[in-house]
T-cell receptor
Framework: AQKVTQAQTEISVVEKEDVTLDCVYETRDTTYYLFWYKQPPSGELVFLIRRNSFDEQNEISGRYSWNFQKSTSSFNFTITASQVVDSAVYFCALLPRGSTLGRLYFGRGTQLTVWP | DAGVIQSPRHEVTEMGQEVTLRCKPISGHDYLFWYRQTMMRGLELLIYFNNNVPIDDSGMPEDRFSAKMPNASFSTLKIQPSEPRDSAVYFC?????????????FGPGTRLLVL
């Protein structure tokens, strides 16, 4: 089965706090990609990052960082020193390579609200 | 570079009417996807195409929904007849499946309201 679980439905923090969004995935494929997308209040889906299953190095981009751990099937996303503009719904997604090419499996999303 | 283009951005129609949503993928991309987003069901894949050929339409809710891709730069999703439960945001996305270039890029979505 292919599945992505984002257990946190909503998170609220105050500006400048650090926040971590959890993502746990299930797949039997040995090769796959993991993604994070951001959906701000305006509604569009914005691509943030892609990782492939062979690369477990953590990645940092400005205030954003991602922790990929195959041992726990997790791909967590941390925002450091959060800002009001970070308020959005964040989706984690899985793209298995062994199954039909192209099908992306999304989690239900985590609504992040950053208060001033 | 232009991203994925969708039209219209908003559509309000009455039950029973035909609705056509349009999508222009990123130039050069060979995969095109149609998704539906609702509060109840989240993001659902409806159908996707590879090189203009439908690959998987198992997510299409019922016969009232149909999708076409007559060429590499245009796709339509049609609902006929529309029903209130079709109200949702419909996203189109495209990707290029060469090597590791498989990131799906989404259009701005069409917000559909069926009264």
């Amino acid at each position: 089965a292919q599945k992505v679980t984002q257990a946190q439905t909503e998170i609220s923090v105050v500006e400048k706090e650090d926040v971590t969004l959890d993502c746990v995935y299930e797949t039997r494929d040995t090769t796959y990609y993991l993604f994070w997308y951001k959906q701000p209040p305006s509604g569009e889906l914005v691509f943030l990052i892609r990782r492939n299953s062979f690369d477990e190095q953590n990645e940092i981009s400005g205030r954003y960082s991602w922790n990929f751990q195959k041992s726990t099937s997790s791909f967590n996303f941390t925002i450091t020193a959060s800002q009001v503009v970070d308020s959005a719904v964040y989706f984690c997604a899985l793209l298995p390579r062994g199954s039909t090419l192209g099908r992306l499996y999304f989690g239900r999303g985590t609504q992040l609200t950053v208060w001033p | 570079d232009a991203g994925v283009i969708q039209s219209p951005r908003h559509e309000v129609t009455e039950m029973g009417q035909e609705v056509t949503l349009r999508c222009k993928p990123i130039s050069g991309h060979d995969y095109l996807f149609w998704y539906r987003q609702t509060m109840m069901r989240g993001l659902e894949l409806l159908i996707y195409f590879n090189n203009n050929v439908p690959i998987d339409d198992s997510g299409m809710p019922e016969d009232r929904f149909s999708a076409k891709m007559p060429n590499a730069s245009f796709s339509t999703l049609k609902i006929q007849p529309s029903e209130p439960r079709d109200s949702a945001v419909y996203f189109c996305a495209s990707s290029l499946a060469q090597g590791f270039q498989e990131t799906q890029y989404f259009g701005p979505g069409t917000r559909l309201l069926v009264l």
